[in-house]
């Protein structure tokens, strides 16, 4: 694998191109969750038009003044983070200060990072800025971008964003509105909504309707800190990358009835499998309870005829729906069991539930942070990319959530669209594991995917 460093520039602070409203903005009770105080890692690749020379440095101030253009409408990012006195709540302080800006090169070519390019991308680290400490949000810049051109006239957007004040659709969104000002476009696309009290808790809150695997946690009931998750060192851990092209998906889908095959989506099938040998690997006492939480995006979903979310917003917006069932039940049962079990937490996602939710998410604040002892986490990120990240004459190649950056957030499986060796359009799932265990997980995956 090619190694390499960028030649970096000082970091500098990009502020909005005209002045912003100085003011105070609240957070949701979703963005203001506890687990959501960190600075989420994002790379994405892009190829020079073809047969055009680019001058060095041209593309970073291009996409520098481009983040100027778009600070305007999405002027919140250039503020910090502040705590309102008397509890744990935070707000934005709308300063106009700016995000971290850095320009970089490095001596390689887009084709030497790998053919396809696909995770693990060899020295990602270098197409990040530094964050410094990714748990510490208050004061700080709330978006680190570096944009790195490589001497094939390619070039590498790397970023660090405090995902309490945007969720992946909305990170998104806010690139759209940079590539947009890159463009030639006076205004973005997509106008930015704030518009975060459409996630507000209740007062007083009510949390009847919140999913069912969340109600232990309320008594505190059955959090022992004894997962060997959460007990290895970093350093004892190992990631891995695991690639489903058309083979491998239609031999997963003859293990479930025809019926249910044609209704499962990738993800669903995917997730299902992979709990199954992570969980059996673990080795996790048979009587024991696991659990699978896996994002469940509002937008575009309607509830009783009315949207979720507007057109627009960049906030968090997804719930975490929860599956828990005994190690046996898991290890023994059909994969159409555990299939349909994610199906009807799917179904559950009503109107009062997410209102509990939220109501849930605003007390859990207050408190320590629910127990993680055995759940896999997982989200399915293969909507990023295509049209949405061009910018300009430039081919969008790949992008995906790095394995740097935030080291808690890495133990969330990122289900990922890529390319394989034949061309195919596959799906790239992470997994992270004690270096003893995943030796274990490969051989029961190894196990599904015989013919």
Same mark, same amino acid.
């Given at each position: ?40 890692? +994002? ?49 934005? #302080? ?16 887009? !084709? ?64 759209? /509105? ?19 009290? +459409? ?51 239609? +031999? ?15 993800? !669903? ?17 048979? /009587? ?13 979903? /309607? ?69 993680? #002892?055995?759940?896999? !986490?997982? /989200? ?31 133990? +969330? ?39």
């Amino acid at each position: 694998m090619v190694t390499f460093t960028a030649c970096r520039s000082e970091p500098e602070l990009v502020r909005p191109a005209r002045p912003t409203p100085q003011e105070t903005k609240a957070l949701s009770d979703l963005d203001d969750q506890l687990s959501l105080r960190f600075y989420e890692s +994002i790379v994405g690749f892009f190829r020079g038009p073809p047969g055009e020379s680019v001058r060095p440095g041209k593309v970073a101030k291009g996409i520098k003044a481009a983040v100027a253009g778009a600070l305007v409408y999405y002027y919140p990012m250039a503020g910090r983070l502040q705590k309102i006195p008397g509890g744990n709540k935070l707000e934005v #302080d709308c300063t106009g200060e700016g995000v971290m800006f850095v320009e970089a090169a490095a001596d390689v070519r887009l !084709e030497d990072l790998g053919q396809p390019l696909v995770p693990p991308y060899p020295c990602v680290e270098e197409f990040l800025a530094d964050a410094g400490d990714t748990r510490d949000v208050v004061g700080k810049p709330l978006l680190f971008l570096q944009v790195t051109q490589l001497k094939c006239g390619g070039f590498v957007i790397g970023l660090h964003m405090c995902h309490c004040i945007a969720d992946g659709f909305g990170i998104l969104q806010f690139i759209k /509105s940079i590539a947009d000002f890159a463009c030639g476009e006076l205004i973005p696309t997509t106008l930015p909504v704030w518009k975060r009290d +459409i996630f507000i808790a209740r007062m007083p809150p009510s949390i009847s309707h919140v999913y069912l695997a969340y109600k232990p946690f309320l008594r505190g009931l059955d959090c022992t800190d004894d997962d060997v998750m959460l007990s290895t060192p970093p350093e004892s851990m190992e990631v891995q990358y695991l690639f489903f092209g058309p083979k491998e998906m239609e +031999i997963l889908r003859s293990h479930v009835p025809e019926h249910l095959s044609k209704t499962t989506t990738t993800f !669903e099938l995917l997730t299902a499998v992979m709990w199954r040998c992570r969980t059996i690997a673990l080795g996790y006492e048979a /009587s024991q309870k696991v659990r699978l939480m896996f994002t469940l995006n509002t937008r575009g979903r /309607s509830i009783k005829g009315e949207s979720a979310v507007p057109r627009g917003y960049y906030g968090n917006a997804h719930f975490s729906p929860l599956v828990e069932v005994i190690v046996d039940e898991l290890a023994t049962k059909p994969l159409a069991h555990i299939v349909e079990l994610m199906h009807k937490v799917k179904l559950e996602t009503t109107k009062d539930c997410m209102k509990s939710m939220v109501d849930l998410m605003a007390l859990w604040r207050e408190r320590s942070p629910f127990g993680m #002892d055995r759940t896999y !986490e997982v /989200s399915d990120t293969k909507w990023v990319g295509g049209n949405a990240l061009q910018f300009g004459k430039a081919e969008f190649v790949a992008v995906g959530t790095p394995h740097a950056g935030d080291f808690t957030s890495k133990l +969330i499986s990122y289900h990922t669209k890529c390319k394989n060796k034949d061309g195919e359009d596959s799906t790239v799932v992470s997994i992270l594991l004690p270096k003893l265990v995943m030796e274990k997980f490969t051989k029961e995956m190894a196990i599904w995917l015989k013919k």
